[in-house]
């Protein structure tokens, strides 16, 4: 099965949470599902199999409402290559400092 990478932003709307805290709860699921990633400061990406990554985001929005998000913004951005892996490493290593 190839990598794919998976952007994804969820913005919450809460009336009484604070939404950093709103947004670490979907981190924590994204980091506890074992594929490599990397939070940014506008999203979180994921690199692994399309299927995998689908069901932890799906996880990680679950998680901001069972917290006490009234409604959620979910932002995706994927890359998906037909025949190779797509790598964050490929994309980012030439720029780390």
Known sequence: MKNINLGIQIVPKSKD???????DKAIAVI????VKYEVTPFETVMEGP???LM???KAAQDAVLTEGAEE???YYRMQ???EKDV???E???PHKH
């Not at 949470?17 to 947004?23: G, M, T």
Request: aromatic share 4%.
């Open 17 to 23: 949470r604070d939404s950093y805290e709103l947004v």
């Open 31 to 34: 980091a506890a599902s074992g």
């Open 50 to 52: 399309e299927e995998k």
């Open 55 to 57: 069901a932890i985001a």
């Open 72 to 74: 959620i913004l979910v």
């Open 80 to 82: 998906i290559r037909s």
């Open 87 to 89: 790598s964050m490493d």
């Open 91 to 93: 994309k980012t290593l």
